[in-house]
């Protein structure tokens, strides 16, 4: 997924976001209604003991009843309400109060058509953004569900533990547990749920008598601890296996020991369902509670990362209860062990109210006060609300997290791209000895055709010395070895000095390569986003045989211009030699024979030439021809060799041109990076190329 893709993603996502504000805020309108039902608290007196109750339930010696254990927690209140939590009652104001306070919040839900459609858009939209499989796929599918055929859902609490010593167990035990049931399979059951290998066990009313206490039917499951810290916080916005059931949950309750696990750990693993408003984090903890604002300090995590700032402020409306389960199991056990026991009640109070059981049994009861006609509607309706604030969290999230990804991509590939920089400088200022402190915009160019001049100028010298010994005498001697004297000539002198300064250096660029090679590899098997595709090509390129620098890598131009200059301009210069020899030849020949003719007398007695000539007069006449054939020859063969100067001198422009051209170009043969959009996988938003140009 490249930048542009992971921009329109946001943007898309921002629309679903914008969509449904407006039964997000409904939503948070209702948690947060000044007559809300999180705003009622359990009476004050409903903590106190009432001494001459107590007294009589010790002399019965027998198991108190449920009615006579709300009567001795609130004394005050003569016609008890519907219990909310073992041993605590409300007082049937607080009741009326509270069922007044849900009517109106109630009212204030948005209708069932515009969640399912909000819920259809979002189910839509998620593939798109997330990969698949995800758990907030099935989770929206089963509340579409839900919602669409109006079933009488239950109430969904899950119960997760961080790791083996968070007292996961123990807290579902002291909370599920009652002392004063008659049912004893029920309690028996609770004790040994954990005797099967499942990852996570369900109850419901049927197991537990607790689970009756509420306003509309509860399901609780319970996760069974990981032996081993949770690799989310390695791999953070990923969801474990074992964490998935905290998706669907109304209310997920994450229980986490703080000497085990750290605060600042917990809070930031965005694995775990803070998008829930009816999430609570139990601290098993015998201590008191510090302040939330210590809680939730920014405190550098095990990556080096921050809590970031919107959680931040989603922990300052957290629940978070600090709970000694083991205190509350010992409370259990006393009663057990002597239920008439003054002594043992008195340690059961005390020990039950202080472990702090008890305000998660009041905050259940306030995050399930749902009145009717429809208290299971109701709560499908928050519970839609928080599937589709909670799957936009993760496209959000997984987006951040990308886009990060994608910073360090481009940080790794600018890095490479500067190393590579210094790479090419420092080749032009060692091959043509550019100062540092040159202008940049002309030292390049300007040094490098500098550097080819003056070794074209030293190679025409030496050429000069080889070219003015082929006098026309000499070329008549040795026509057939003009070419091969040439030729033998330019391979020795054709930019001698620039061609050795460039063996050497082909030498130290393959060192270069080497290393620019294995940086790259080991940059892109370290990017947090990565492509087998793009791997295998990488490998293939680096390992072909036309990879590895040659000898001819830096001197290409040189030697293609050096075949250019024997091969043409030197071949032409032998045909001129072969035909000035053949003129010589012709012109002394008939010089030679007009002469020998008049000697003997022929010419004088023919009238070739249309008068008698004498010996002496074809004598000269032989001998000027001759003379004239080789002024011819010395012309042609100049003009031959001219031309030949002005080809070296047209070739060496070119070679100036050729380098200037080539040397950006042959960088690209020790190591390229570049970044393509047709990238090979949408998992690799920036693609690493090596390239070898042809």
Known sequence: MGAMQVDLALEQTGGIIAASAHI????????????????????????????????????????????????????????????????????????????????????????????????????????????????????????????????????????????????AQDLVTALLEEPFSSDSSQSEYVISRWRTDERSITLDEGQSSYLRHFALPVRLTEVRPPSHPNTARNHPNTIEPDVTSLVDADIPIIVCNPLTTPLHTLFSNPGLPWHNPRVIVVLASSGTLPSLAHLISVTPTAHDRRVAPELKSRLHKLKILTIDPLRALGALNTLKASPTSATAIHRYQDDFLGSGISSLSHTLSEYLDFTEPDPCGDNLHLRATTQLRGSLDACKSFLSTKKADLDVVVSGVSELRREIANVQEGLSHKIFDIPQNADPATRSEARAIDEVERSLRDSEKAMKLVMDRLSWWR?????????????????????????????????????????????????????????????????????????????????????????????????????????????????????????????????????????????????????????????????????????????WHRVGDGLARDLKVYFPSSHDLVFVVEHHTNQPSTSSPTYLRLCHPT
């Not at 069932?112 to 839509?124: A, F, G, M, S």
């Not at 020899?581 to 023919?606: D, F, N, Q, R």
């Open 24 to 167: 997000l805020t409904t939503a948070s309108d209702v948690r947060d209604c000044p007559l809300s039902h999180r705003q009622m608290l359990p009476c004050p007196s409903c903590l106190n003991l009432a001494q001459p109750l107590k007294r009589s339930i010790v002399s019965c010696r027998s198991k108190p009843s449920i009615a006579a254990v709300r009567l001795w927690a609130n004394p005050t209140c003569h016609i008890p309400a519907p219990s909310t939590g073992r041993g605590f009652s409300v007082c049937r104001a607080c009741n009326n109060a509270t069922k007044t306070a849900s009517k109106s919040t109630t009212k204030g839900f948005v209708p069932r058509r515009k969640i399912l459609t909000l819920l259809h858009k979002t189910d839509n939209f998620l593939p798109r953004v997330l990969p698949s499989p995800n758990p907030w796929t099935a989770s929206l599918h089963n509340v579409y569900q839900d919602l669409n055929s109006q079933s009488n859902s239950p109430a969904r609490v899950v119960v997760y533990g961080i790791d083996e010593w968070s007292g």
């Open 475 to 647: 070329m008549v001697s040795q026509v057939d070895e003009i070419s091969t004297v040439v030729a033998d000539s330019v391979a020795r002198t054709w930019c001698k000095d620039l061609d050795a300064k460039l063996l050497i250096h082909t030498g130290n660029l393959t060192y270069t390569q080497e290393h620019l090679t294995s940086t790259t590899m080991r940059l892109l098997r370290s990017l947090p986003l990565s492509s087998p595709v793009l791997l295998n090509t990488l490998l293939q390129t680096s390992s072909s045989p036309t990879y590895p620098l040659t000898q001819t890598t830096l001197t290409a131009p040189l030697r293609r211009r050096r075949a250019q200059i024997i091969e043409y301009p030197t071949t032409r210069l032998q045909v001129a030699a072969q035909r000035v020899t053949i003129g010589v030849l012709g012109s002394a020949g008939a010089g030679a024979g007009v002469a020998w003719a008049g000697w003997v007398g022929w010419l004088a007695e023919s009238g070739v030439f249309g008068m008698p000539i004498d010996g002496a007069t074809a004598l000269g006449v032989g001998v000027l021809g001759t003379l004239v054939g080789v002024r011819w020859a010395v012309g042609r063969w100049e003009t031959a060799k001219k031309r030949w100067w002005e080809d």
